[in-house]
């Protein structure tokens, strides 16, 4: 099975337009079968984006896929957007949603922090999950070192998919590990160093 971190070209064949009404304006986003979410913007990411307080300053959206997270909250909170992702061609998507949602962006094709080495107010994760556990705390270590002092990294995880051992593992790294939102076995979480 092909997951959505893997880039398969050959997956490219149905190009859709979705759409997002959220905190009063309406976003559209390009997406194609291989992407996450690719028929909408999955409720997950939605949920991260309305647990998360006003932004200043730098944005990270690590793994932004096609880039909904990043690019509504670039767009809300008027906050420099940077969006990275393992897979050149989500990265591709993302970048050109942002043109066409009228947000700046620098877009950093990279595994994990690999080719990324600013710093940022915030970053924000939904974490891949079919990638395995290692990547995953992988990807928290690294945040909590690319963090400005009193930077915040949010994650949304789900029960199912290891929200509790991710709560114990980011208890580990960051200094002080907050559950925003816990509801129907959906977490926020925020971190700081």
């Known amino acids: 099975m092909s997951q959505y971190f893997i880039e398969n070209p050959s997956l490219l064949t149905n190009e859709r337009i979705l759409e997002l009404e959220i ?4 976003y559209e986003f390009l997406a194609n079968n291989g992407l996450f979410s690719c028929d909408k913007v999955d409720d997950a990411s939605i949920t991260l984006m309305h647990n998360i307080p006003p ?9 932004c896929g096609y880039g ?17 992702d393992i897979n050149s061609i989500a990265l591709g ?3 050109k949603n942002a043109k066409r949602n009228n947000i700046h962006t620098t877009a950093i094709h990279s595994d994990a922090f690999a080719n990324i080495t600013g710093m940022f107010d915030t970053i924000v994760l939904n974490p891949p999950i079919h990638a395995g556990k290692d990547i995953m705390y992988k990807m928290y270590h690294e945040a909590a070192q690319h963090l400005t002092h009193g ?3 949010y994650i949304v995880i789900q029960k199912k998919h290891g929200a509790e ?4 593992k980011l208890n580990d790294i ?9 509801k129907k076995g959906c977490y926020v979480v925020c971190c700081t160093t």
């Open 93 to 95: 998507y993302a970048t």
């Open 165 to 168: 051992s991710t709560i114990k």
């Open 55 to 63: 932004l200043y300053g730098s944005l990270l959206d690590l793994g």
């Open 68 to 84: 909904p997270i990043g690019i509504v909250l670039a767009k809300t909170y008027g906050v420099e957007l940077t969006m990275s």
């Open 174 to 182: 960051f200094a002080q590990v907050k559950v925003v939102y816990k």
């Open 151 to 153: 930077g915040e990294f």
């Open 23 to 26: 905190f009063g304006r309406r």
